[in-house]
């Protein structure tokens, strides 16, 4: 008999308390975004997660956004990850992230968004990432 070692399980998606009261958000892989909104909500967030195909975006506006000059509810991290404060989330507010894997691969992010929205979000409505907005301009 001959021990084959096995590869290192790398888990989907991090989410780790921090002693600040602030929660590490680490996407590893594209898959089971609902997974990862159920533990945002154990955290204490409202989050709506969207992984949507290479090359494409949700169509915006999802809802009324959260300026951002007002306050910064979250901080982007080099990767695909972001740390934020549970606390900065008003209570009509969601958590919203839509974005993408790098030509499929589900380990490589190439882009998306992060972001507020006060009271309902809409669903994800597929466009190609080259259109923004909802006239397509």
Request: with cysteine.
């Amino acid at each position: 008999m001959v021990a084959v070692p096995l590869a290192p399980h790398t888990p989907a998606f991090a989410v780790v308390n921090n002693p600040d009261g602030t929660v590490t958000v680490r996407i590893n892989k594209f898959v089971r975004p609902k997974e990862l909104e159920k533990r945002l909500r154990e955290k204490g967030m409202r989050a709506v997660i969207d992984y949507v195909p290479y090359e494409q975006i949700c169509r915006e506006p999802r809802g009324e956004t959260v300026p951002r000059p007002d306050r910064m509810p979250f901080r982007r991290m080099n990767g695909s990850g972001f740390w934020i404060n549970p606390k900065d989330l008003g209570p009509d507010e969601t958590l919203v992230v839509d974005t993408h894997s790098a030509n499929g691969d589900l380990a490589k992010n190439h882009g998306g968004s992060v972001g507020v929205i006060h009271g309902p979000v809409a669903t994800c409505e597929l466009v190609p990432a080259e259109v923004s907005g909802v006239d397509g301009g």
